[in-house]
Every structure is written in structure tokens, then in C-alpha cells.
């Protein structure tokens, strides 16, 4: 018993995996000008292709930072925490403003 070939299925091949982060680009998020320590940390984001900008998906997102994080020696004052809005990008860094 031979049975015939399938008619309209065709192998699919294995689809190749990439990295999604190969993608991506890391940007520093900056606390407003009043306070003494400005570099907060880091957030990603998926480089820009087509009609999709970086920039347009970092606007708007929200950070929240301990107080003990934007001063220096303010471990007594670590409980505060701020939420600062993305209002900006130049180049690799994120400006935030108060939210």
C-alpha cells in the first residue's frame, strides 16, 4: 500500500530565530535640571524602521525615582519617590519632566 503524495501542502521550513535585542537600543533617562544627580538609569527601546520613530515610543513613558536616587548622601529620604514623564529625546538620552 503506497500512498499518494499530498496535493496543496507544502513544507514549511524552519523559520530562523533572531535576537529581538539586536533590535533595540539602550537610552539614558535624565532627571530635570533641579536636582544634583541627573542620570537616573537606563530604558530601552526598538530602533527606528519605516514609519515607526524610537523617538515617537519613548515619549510619554513613565519612570519613578527615589529621591534617595537623585540626591547624593539622602539615604534618610530614599521613601519619596517621583514620577517623571519622557518629554524629550536628543540623540541617546531620555529629558524627563515631572508627572
Not at 61 to 75: A, I, M, Q, Y
Request: net charge positive; proline share 5%; charged share 30%.
Amino acid at each position: 500500500d503506497k500512498m499518494a503524495p499530498q496535493k496543496g501542502k507544502k513544507k514549511k521550513g524552519a523559520k530562523k530565530k533572531i535576537d529581538p535585542f539586536l533590535k533595540k537600543d539602550w537610552f539614558t533617562v535624565r532627571a530635570p535640571a533641579s536636582f544634583p544627580v541627573r542620570d537616573v538609569g537606563y530604558t530601552i527601546g526598538t530602533q527606528s524602521t519605516g514609519l515607526k520613530n524610537v523617538r515617537d515610543t519613548l515619549l510619554g513613558r513613565c519612570v519613578n525615582v527615589s529621591l534617595g536616587d537623585l540626591k547624593p548622601n539622602s539615604e534618610d529620604e530614599a521613601f519619596r519617590v517621583f514620577r517623571l514623564k519622557v518629554a524629550e529625546v536628543h540623540g541617546k538620552q531620555c529629558l524627563t519632566v515631572f508627572n
